[in-house]
């Protein structure tokens, strides 16, 4: 009797199926979650190529439009501004003063136009053929030949050091909480999309810019691979120019005003 369990008619033991049956459900898991899979992508393609179909937005396609919209806000919001300010301006109640002290607060925080003696900065990508220029050099990575998040960081550093009354890079005016800020070989700034060349504006002294740029040691950095890589540079007086008045939120997203 205790040898019938065995016997081919019987079957395997109960031992030697409970052995098994592990391995039974997790073959029936792997076939259950397999097709979960193939039921999700079909839903999604809807019957495209989730891939390559061409109706679905690329993200950089995504980034520029969203960056064209919150250009049209901003005029939106720089004509609503003035607009304001113009109707306070007929009866505010404000003694002479009391517009002064605002009109000096406003410069400071960069958002009235400014106009003064200025220079400008423009930074580019080099070829992408290009090929070391000096002996001694080794041929040059990709990452090389662009424009970097840092290059810009210190020309503005540069001209802020050098006393910069106002800067503007691109077409938008810097104010203290601006943050100049490179994805790839694009620049984000203020919530808009920028490809090179990159051009930098400062109001100020035109010599003591021009020296504290000369003076900065990541510029002398940047200059070696202008000169070696052919990155693009170049530093021109423009006489006296007008840069426009910040016209953007000014809301903190984390920072909060000490009370």
Request: proline share 6%.
């Amino acid at each position: 009797m205790s040898n019938s369990a065995d016997s081919p008619g019987t079957g395997s033991s109960p031992a030697r199926r409970r052995r098994f049956r592990p391995l039974r459900v997790l073959t029936a898991a792997v076939f259950a979650l397999a097709g979960l899979i193939f039921f999700t992508s079909f839903n999604t393609a809807k019957g495209t190529n989730i891939r390559t179909d061409a109706s679905l937005l690329k993200l950089s396609d995504l980034i520029h439009e969203r960056s064209q919209e919150n250009g049209q806000q901003e005029e939106a919001n720089a004509g609503l501004r003035h607009d304001i300010e113009s109707l306070a301006e007929r009866d505010d109640g404000r003694s002479k003063s009391e517009d002064d002290e605002l009109a000096a607060l406003e410069e400071e925080a960069g958002t009235q136009k400014l106009t003064g003696e200025a220079i400008s900065v423009t930074l580019d990508d080099a070829p992408p053929d290009a090929t070391a220029k000096l002996p001694g050099y080794p041929e040059p990575q990709p990452d090389y030949l662009v424009i970097h998040q840092q290059d810009l960081q210190a020309v503005v550093n540069a001209l802020w050091q050098g006393g910069a009354k106002g800067i503007k890079v691109m077409d938008q005016r810097l104010i203290s909480t601006s943050a100049v800020r490179c994805v790839g070989n694009t620049l984000i700034l203020q919530g808009r999309v920028y490809s090179p060349p990159y051009k930098i504006q400062a109001v100020g002294d035109p010599e003591r810019l021009k020296e504290t740029l000369a003076a900065s040691p990541a510029i002398q950095n940047y200059m070696v691979y202008v000169n070696v890589y052919g990155l693009g540079w170049k530093v021109e007086e423009d006489g006296r120019a007008t840069l426009p008045g910040y016209s953007g939120t000014a809301d903190l997203h984390y920072a909060r005003p000490v009370e």
